[in-house]
């Protein structure tokens, strides 16, 4: 059974930083691309980034240059390194797994409240 645990999620005054983790259970994690998206209230779950097991990484335009998505393959974890937070960061933020065959699921999500 696959299990995904964040963790991290907090409040945080707009410019501060937070480190989100997702702990992987019950997948092969080094060759599972491993993501994190967001959903802001009323509004639908967005891409924030990905990495491969190989740690090639993707990030949305609005996150770039701020977020960094790592990955530790010993931990089966995967991490979201978040600065210069704003406001709009606002949100749940999902960890989700994605298999070589294209199985995938999320974790439960974590809050992350950024105020101005």
């Known amino acids: 059974q ?3 645990v964040e963790s991290g999620g907090g409040l945080v005054q707009a410019g501060g930083s937070l480190r ?5 259970s019950g997948i092969i994690f ?3 691309v491993m993501g994190w998206y ?3 209230p ?3 779950r967005e891409f924030v980034a990905t990495i491969t097991g190989s ?3 993707n990030y949305a335009d609005s ?3 701020r977020f960094t998505i790592s990955r530790d393959n010993a931990k089966n974890t995967v991490y979201l390194q978040m600065s210069s937070l704003k406001p709009e960061d606002t949100g749940v933020y999902y960890c ?3 298999t070589p065959l294209g199985l995938n699921g999320w974790g439960q999500g974590t809050q992350v409240t950024v105020s101005s």
């Open 2 to 4: 696959v299990q995904l």
């Open 20 to 24: 989100l983790s997702c702990a992987a």
């Open 30 to 32: 080094s060759i599972t």
């Open 38 to 40: 967001r959903q802001a």
């Open 42 to 44: 009323g509004e639908q």
């Open 55 to 57: 740690s090639s990484t």
């Open 63 to 65: 996150v770039k240059g």
């Open 96 to 98: 989700k797994y994605t």
